[in-house]
């Protein structure tokens, strides 16, 4: 091979797999705790659970430092806007895990003030479930995508339809009559 | 709603009783605002009195009766109320606005509540008196409507700046949004 | 280079180039001299000129969505104005869509560090208005559970509060002992949180087999906790720089202001409704209100450490009296019969299928029913028109009131002083914006 010379502690591999390596494993949130569900998403980073075991404790507190954002919580039509915002500050590549079902769905909150699921708001790529999540089902989102991260290709993550490929927003503002787009900023 | 209908005085008898005025703050303020109903509700004392006066009757009772804190205002919309409790002296109209007091050195409490009709939804704010009535004032006017006579900064707390309407009013639509599934063949 | 090699002998020594930095302040004096200082970027802005600054609603220290304007002399805060509604859930519409069954789903939303204690007040005003009375076993499993409740809540506050004011290693430990409470909770009544376990007329369970050891262990270890707490922080100069004089709020500002809990206590006023106006068994418990006299952020910080060691007794109390008899009071009209009950009983099914469709009709009225929550006084007004659903929930949010003192605390403080302010006033937004 050509490779004998060469000392023992020298590995080889693809390129790809060294990117995906190193993206899983220094995942780092951004601080975007809305509701009930931060409280659990601090359980999960504290000592118990101890999210550091996956490369993640550091939860930063500028988007741009940041690479995943945990929507941990239901999204008010006040916050959509501030959200969308936060999750274009951040740089690609970046994830988003929706977490809880309010944030999935709008939960048990189907009236004027709750955004029905953060997919109309920003692309999700994980869906956890509960209200609120246990920190245990949180890990099982996180690896998840960790686990998304690893099979996935490196230069193009998401299909070009799917879960919130078309973010541009639509959110009624009154029953069966729809408002002019509320979001300043989102792209289609 | 149910004007001097009997079944609504029937049902009253039951659950308010007027009572020869336990509560002396009651009868003072009875005695010094003509016009105002003392009643006691589930062992609670309520005074219902005229919108114009409200703030007089707060200045009173903080200044001659101790009454400390204002613990609470809000407001209520009795639009589809199926039915009322009828108050003798008292006319019903569609909003209520109902200002909670405690006195820390009495140990007692005692709730304004003044009638406010859907065509001039207007009360005296109490702010002046209480700051701490200044965001719950806030909230009414966003949540109903109700403008606060002399209240410094009346502008929507809850909502955004932008929104159209007042939610808690009955007419205002809970503005559900249908639940839809992936592969629904409905259309949205 | 002859210049340059001689510069390279004549370099002064390590030792001499310290000193030779030294000034007369001291040796690691770090403050460049004023002829040193460039000042570029055009003219100098006047000393009367402000500058406004937006914190949140994403921000780290502000507890979820709270957003705070700031009005900034230099690094002194002139005027902070807190915006809210980033988390407005219109729970008080959804609460009139939903029976009065289904309500403590919605309340127990709100406070999500208080679940507990705001289905017991959204419970105990529709019982004033059933005119019901509850068992006694279901009053005093009300009243253990509402202060372990307490303990969680003013633990995740010892956590939250040391990571905002930098004292990081808090969050761990305070997370460790909430964690304890948390699973008992979880034992008990299933959930971690939003539990949905104190229903009208009683409770949604008994209390499962085992749960006096279990609940004796998190007492000891909690206390222990909080003996530990007090050692790390209580005596630390770096807290107590930190936080002593920090904030202050006098009785006549606070009681102005609408504020309850710890921050009326903390400006020397005994007032805790346990005490003052007595519900459940409160009355029958031994406990103290903690009260302290500065008013600054550290005494709203101790009087929360050791409300957890009065809770800590209230809880071992329920332990010991637990009174037998029955967790929710036998009216078929109210409480949902009994599994077994539904598969031998026809009616016992119907009574099941019409509370839980339909729910059960509440006698026209209005009522104003308030409890002392882990952040002040945390009320509910509930107005019925005799149908299955309330005309208004309106929930007092404690926080919604205590946020407003926070005008009143901020002037005049630096901005690292405001970031451990709003953490003192513990505001959970979920209960301000509702």
């Known amino acids: ?188 | 709603m149910s004007d001097e209908s009997p079944q609504g005085d029937a049902d009253a008898a039951e659950t308010v009783e007027e009572i020869a005025i336990a509560d002396p703050v009651a009868a003072a303020v009875v005695e010094g605002f003509p016009g105002s109903v003392a009643v006691e509700s589930h062992g609670q004392s309520v005074v219902y009195v005229d919108r114009g006066v409200l703030a007089e009757v707060t200045k009173r009772l903080r200044d001659a009766e101790r009454f400390t804190q204002c613990t609470d205002v809000t407001a209520v919309d009795h639009a589809a109320d199926v039915e009322r409790v009828e108050i003798p002296g008292v006319v019903r109209e569609r909003f209520e606005v109902v200002v909670n007091l405690l006195s820390h050195p009495r140990n007692a409490r005692i709730r304004l509540i003044c009638q406010v009709p859907e065509d001039d939804p207007t009360v005296p704010s109490v702010t002046p008196l209480f700051p701490g009535a200044n965001f719950p004032e806030r909230e009414a006017y966003d949540m109903f409507g109700i403008t606060f006579d002399g209240h410094p900064d009346l502008a929507r707390i809850l909502m955004p700046d932008d929104w159209d309407g007042h939610p808690l009013r009955k007419d205002d639509p809970i503005a559900r949004i249908p639940v839809t599934f992936k592969g629904d063949p409905a259309p949205r | 280079m002859s210049e340059s090699m001689s510069d390279v002998i004549n370099e002064p020594t390590a030792e001499e180039a310290r000193l030779g930095r030294q000034t007369d302040e001291g040796a690691q004096e770090l403050r460049p001299r004023q002829h040193e200082v460039v000042m570029t970027g055009g003219v100098w802005p006047d000393d009367d000129e402000t500058m406004i600054i937006n914190m949140g609603p994403q921000h780290p220290s502000t507890h979820g969505v709270l957003r705070i304007m700031m009005e900034l002399d230099g690094e002194t805060v002139l005027q902070a104005k807190p915006v809210i509604g980033y988390l407005h859930t219109g729970m008080e519409k959804t609460g009139e869509q939903l029976t009065y069954v289904q309500g403590a789903t919605n309340v127990t939303r709100m406070d999500y560090l208080n679940c507990l204690g705001n289905e017991l007040v959204y419970a105990l005003a529709v019982e004033n208005l059933l005119d019901t009375e509850v068992p006694e076993r279901a009053v005093w499993m009300r009243m253990m559970l509402v202060e372990l409740q307490r303990m969680a809540s003013h633990l995740l506050f010892q956590a939250t509060n040391g990571m905002d004011i930098g004292a990081l290693s808090m969050m761990i430990y305070g997370w460790r002992e909430r964690e304890q409470v948390l699973r008992l909770l979880e034992m008990i009544t299933g959930l971690r949180m939003n539990h949905n376990f104190i229903r009208v007329g009683g409770l949604a369970a008994d209390l499962p087999d085992g749960w006096q050891q279990a609940t004796l262990d998190v007492c000891d270890n909690v206390e222990a906790g909080v003996a530990e707490y007090e050692t790390l922080l209580c005596e630390n100069p770096i807290w107590q720089e930190r936080t002593q004089g920090v904030g202050v709020i006098t009785t006549e500002q606070a009681l102005a202001l609408g504020a309850t809990g710890p921050i009326l206590r903390s400006t020397g006023f005994p007032w805790d409704l346990r005490k003052a106006q007595p519900y459940l068994a409160y009355d029958d418990v031994d406990f103290e209100v903690i009260y302290t006299g500065n008013g600054d952020v550290y005494d709203r910080f101790l009087i929360r450490l050791f409300e957890i060691l009065e809770s800590v007794k209230i809880v071992r109390q329920c332990v010991a009296r637990m009174p037998g008899g029955d967790y929710r009071v036998q009216d078929r009209k109210i409480t949902p019969p009994p599994r077994g009950r539904i598969d031998e009983s026809m009616e016992a099914l119907i009574h099941h299928f019409k509370l839980f469709t339909e729910g059960f009709k509440v006698p026209a009225g209005e009522t104003y029913v308030a409890i002392e929550s882990p952040r002040g006084e945390v009320g509910c007004y509930l107005v019925s028109d005799g149908t299955g659903k309330p005309v208004r929930l309106h929930v007092r949010g404690p926080s919604f009131y205590n946020l407003q003192s926070v005008e009143a605390m901020v002037p005049g403080s630096m901005v690292a002083d405001a970031v451990a302010i709003i953490s003192s006033v513990d505001p959970v937004m979920g209960e301000v914006d509702r």
């Open chain 1, 1 to 188: 091979m050509g490779l004998e010379a060469v000392p023992h502690n020298f590995l080889t591999g693809r390129l790809e797999d060294l990117v995906k390596w190193a993206r899983r494993n220094s995942m780092w949130p951004a601080t975007f705790g809305l509701a009930c569900c931060a409280i659990e998403m601090m359980a999960t980073g504290a000592a118990h659970y101890d999210q550091a075991r996956f490369g993640m404790e550091v939860f930063r507190a500028s988007p741009r430092q940041a690479d995943l954002m945990i929507v941990a919580g239901r999204v008010s039509q006040k916050m959509a806007p501030v959200l969308r915002q936060v999750y274009d500050q951040m740089v690609e590549p970046k994830w988003v895990i929706s977490m809880g079902v309010c944030a999935s769905s709008g939960g048990m909150f189907n009236n004027y003030a709750i955004v029905q699921g953060v997919d109309q708001v920003v692309p999700v790529d994980v869906y956890v479930p509960g209200c609120p999540p246990g920190p245990e089902t949180l890990l099982h989102g996180i690896l998840t995508l960790h686990e998304m991260v690893r099979t996935g290709e490196i230069m193009k993550r998401r299909r070009a339809q799917g879960a919130g490929a078309g973010a541009g927003v639509q959110i009624d503002q009154v029953d069966g009559i729809p408002s002019p787009v509320r979001l300043i900023g989102t792209q289609a």
